[in-house]
């Protein structure tokens, strides 16, 4: 039996409002101008928010972003409880890409409510920490907000494409190696190429603007990266330092690349929206549905593909596909005349890659 967080289906159908505040804000990340402010209700109960928009974003052009999600507290519990439906719902209407928010190591699936909920006053101030899904691209600029000490948290994994042995880990053969840093200048702290295999290096100034902090990505060129957990260190406040993380291992996260500096951290991908991720599981539509709805998902990489439907208590009730799928786009149909009505999750599994997102079925 699998395990999925538990849902509560409030009302059905959640109602979105937006407005622009594009005032001065302190707690707005840096070369983030527009903030997009936010209600949504369910149950009768209104949740207010704001999405950070970068310098770019035009809602016109699609462009693939990352928000930063900032809930009012006392509506935590029930923003972590209907997020996902709710950006779901803005993803599907705009055409962007949604955004993921995180607690703890808890990225390929949704918050478990039951695990969270005794330490709520640990993580209540996390509640923001964002994950960026990026394009195979050389190089990544993250824009995010710094800290004067705190924790250091981030997801990294290279990978051989020319040797597929490796694609778990960072291979000492890998033709490219990740050379991340914070800066407040023009000035980046470089590191010998030649040195860097096997290797992620940080280096933390605090000299960094608390509101003014760049990271920065770097890769050479033909890099491919997914989800890589290399652990959290606590850096000091008053110390300037590097750290080096040799033979790391990864966990099987979503395709993708992150890096949390501090409790909130928030950034965008510049590449060309139209470049398909190494897998990607749409909505279904229509969604609700009676009857009948379908599920498009792509795959860039060849290998088993596995699609199943679950119910709540996470018992699987429809298995869609299970098979060796070649590199491609496609679409299922779903007959779901002996389901009963109430709200299901569907999953896409490959190696290294799993995604769940909801669809309700009414009668």
């Not at 990505?217 to 890589?228: D, G, K, R, V």
């Not at 992150?258 to 229509?286: C, M």
Request: aromatic share 12%.
């Amino acid at each position: 039996m699998k395990s999925f967080a538990a849902v509560v289906l409030l009302s059905g159908f959640v109602s979105l409002s937006f407005g622009l505040d594009r005032s001065s804000d302190p707690t707005q990340p840096a070369s983030v101008a527009t903030v997009e402010v936010f209600t949504f209700s369910s149950g009768g109960v209104d949740i207010n928010g704001k999405i950070y928009l970068p310098d770019s974003f035009d809602r016109n052009d699609n462009i693939p972003s990352v928000y930063l999600i900032d809930f009012t507290e006392q509506h935590f519990m029930v923003a972590l409880d209907e997020f996902d439906r709710v950006i779901d719902g803005v993803a599907e209407i705009e055409g962007v890409d949604a955004v993921v928010v995180t607690l703890e190591e808890h990225r390929d699936i949704d918050v478990n409510l039951s695990h969270i909920e005794p330490y709520y006053d640990i993580y209540k101030d996390m509640a923001a920490y964002v994950d960026v899904h990026y394009t195979n691209n050389p190089a990544r600029t993250f824009i995010g907000r710094g800290s004067e000490g705190g924790i250091v948290m981030g997801s990294m994994f290279l990978e051989d494409p020319a040797n597929p042995v490796f694609e778990y880990f960072i291979s000492t053969d890998s033709p490219s190696t990740f050379n991340t840093f914070i800066r407040d200048t023009i000035t980046a702290n470089d590191f010998d190429p030649n040195m860097l295999n096997k290797k992620l290096h940080f280096s933390f100034s605090t000299s960094n603007n608390r509101s003014d902090c760049l990271n920065t990505i770097s890769a050479f060129e033909n890099a491919q990266y997914s989800w890589l957990q290399f652990g959290s260190v606590e850096y000091a406040s008053d110390s300037e330092s590097t750290w080096t993380f040799e033979n790391t291992y990864p966990t099987a996260f979503a395709t993708g690349l992150s890096f949390v500096l501090g409790p909130v951290s928030t950034g965008y991908d510049t590449g060309d929206p139209a470049r398909v991720k190494d897998f990607h599981i749409g909505h279904n539509y229509p969604n609700p549905f009676t009857s009948r709805t379908s599920i498009e998902y792509s795959v860039r990489r060849a290998g088993n593909v596995e699609l199943k439907v679950y119910d709540l208590l996470g018992n699987e009730v429809m298995e869609l596909v299970n098979k060796e799928q070649p590199v491609g786009t496609y679409t299922v149909e779903i007959d779901t005349g002996h389901l009963s009505s109430g709200v299901y999750l569907y999953e896409l599994r490959t190696s290294g890659f799993g995604e769940s997102k909801k669809m309700i079925k009414l009668n």
